[in-house]
């Protein structure tokens, strides 16, 4: 009988247990209405700046210092006088020999570059030769077109549908060319686009920045990659954009390589998220050195900038919901903030909306950003070809529904076709004024040229020409007015 009470009394009291635990938790887990047991405030945590000296980029180029090179006398006033004239214009082209004297010179009135006839059957692809080296090359010399044998029109072709989200086995599907030709294109294409994109962003006036990070991965599931942007609300600018890890090193970069686009003062206002890298990167690279003097002696302190804001959007997550969204000042103060976006034409409340929606146009032109898709990257190098191919296109090929002017008056397009109302506009120029944010804007620096798709009836037509045009474009081009003389053309 014992034998059978024992068990019984041991439930019993394990019952009871877990009855009082239950009880206990329950209580605990009430909200309290006494003041004492209300909330308390969220406080963040006071970061510390960073210095110049935290970058590894400003150390290494602190330390190193770039070589002078001597004035080169112009090659008219050397050779003699005699000859014949010049017929081919050799504007934006130079010698690629390294020993030659005029090598990587563009300036017409100064290399020693004539016309030396023209190859190829398809297309007649123009030759020049340096009459100071003898050296010669053709004009698809540093092009993504070199030594290519494809039509330009069909490399334009390929390179635009892959910057509309088509990816490389697709299109080997669509246009009949082997997937590993194409990724030959999207490299070089990215390389030329990179090229283009480090001479051109130079000198930026940006009044307003937000910055964000973009989550991906390589077609090993273990490797994650994080895509860093900047862009400008004002004009749809994308300055500057990194790939690599989610490290301080790659916060760093991506705020060297903006800190280098920009003119020489020009400090603009920062919004992100609640990553906190992005303030150790912002305040090493917008300050200034001062000399003060510390126990006897003068020593070097960096104070960073007293006019730079900077605001962070914190969002907290339970269970894959947002629950919560907080704003940080982490530099200057809201009342600041918002008295300068007023001043932009914004409604003045910290956001990163901007950001956020080009993050999805992103993923929406690159199959291997896109959400659950097969179409992943394999390394990282193609993947950042494609990157900076896609933000070449973004910015002088695809118009912007944001940039459209409207019209004074409506043009009748015939037929029972509605009147065309606005006219679409590209980021052709860096550097944009808008009149009214999010409808309008006009170019500060060059005149406003109709655009080519009121000339054309296909906009595709238009894009892939454009697109033509772009692909010969050689690297030694890199002038404003070759720039906008070569998309006022079309």
Partial sequence: MSLHVYPFLLTLFLT?????????????????????????????????????????????????????????????????????????????????????????????????????????????????????????????????????????????????????????????RVFGYRQATITTWLGRAGKHAQSFHEHFFCHLQLRYVQLDELRTRLRDSTQVLWLWLAIDPLTKLLPVLQLGSRTQSMAHRLIHSLRQCLTPGCLPLFTSDGLNLYFYALTAHFGQWLVVGRRGRLVRRWQVDP????GQVKKCYRRRKLVRVSHVMRLGTLADLSVALQGMGFTGQLNTAFIERANLTIRHGIAALARRTWATAQQTAPLLA?????????????????????????????????????????????????????????????????????????????????????????????????????????
């Fill in 16 to 172: 009871l247990s877990l009855v009082l635990l239950w009880c206990f938790c329950r209580l605990n887990l009430q909200p309290s209405h006494s003041p004492a047991g209300k909330r308390r405030p969220l406080v963040h945590r006071l970061l510390k700046p960073r210095t110049p000296l935290d970058c590894p980029i400003c150390r290494l180029n602190s330390s190193s210092g770039g070589p002078t090179s001597a004035p080169v006398r112009p090659w008219p006033e050397v050779k003699s006088r005699r000859g014949a004239p010049k017929r081919i214009p050799t504007e934006g082209f130079a010698c690629p020999n390294q020993q030659c004297l005029y090598f990587g010179i563009t300036d017409s009135h100064i290399h020693a570059l004539v016309g030396d006839g023209k190859h190829g059957r398809t297309e007649p692809i123009q030759t020049f030769r340096c009459q100071a080296c003898h050296t010669t090359f053709t004009a698809r010399y540093h092009t993504p077109l070199y030594r290519l044998k494809t039509p330009s029109q069909q490399v334009a072709m390929v390179l635009m549908a892959l910057a509309e989200g088509l990816d490389a086995s697709a299109a080997e």
């Fill in 307 to 310: 006019g730079l804001i900077y």
């Fill in 386 to 490: 494609h990157l900076e191919w896609w933000r070449a296109y973004y910015h002088f090929v695809r118009p912007h529904q944001s940039l459209r002017v409207a019209l004074v008056q409506p043009q009748e397009r015939g037929g029972t076709l509605a009147a065309q109302r606005y006219r679409q506009r590209t980021l052709r120029w860096p550097l944009v004024e808008p009149t009214n944010v999010g409808q309008r804007a006009r170019c500060s620096r060059v005149h406003c040229c109709r655009s080519p798709l009121e000339r054309h009836s296909s906009q595709r037509w238009v894009q892939g020409h454009v697109v033509e045009r772009w692909v010969r474009m050689p690297t030694e081009t890199l002038s404003g007015a070759s720039l906008h003389d070569e998309m006022a053309a079309h």
